[in-house]
């Protein structure tokens, strides 16, 4: 099965260790995500990393 996640998810999952998280991770290869969402990550990168505590890679 193939999941189309958006950025709101995909940022979401990334700030906080949540199940939703768990799943991205799991499911990676069968997740879709439109192309703009990659450049929405990096505009938020270092909020991500702050409230994440997660290294940048």
């Known amino acids: 099965m193939k999941l189309v996640i958006d ?3 995909v940022i979401s999952a990334l ?3 949540s199940k ?3 799943l991205i991770v ?3 290869p ?3 995500t439109p192309a703009f ?3 929405e990550v990096e505009n938020y990168e270092d909020l991500i ?3 994440s505590g997660l290294e940048p890679d």
């Open 7 to 9: 950025a709101n998810v």
């Open 15 to 17: 700030i906080a260790d």
């Open 20 to 22: 939703t998280r768990e």
């Open 26 to 28: 799991t499911l990676e």
């Open 30 to 32: 069968d997740l879709l």
């Open 37 to 39: 969402v990659h450049d």
């Open 49 to 51: 990393v702050e409230k």
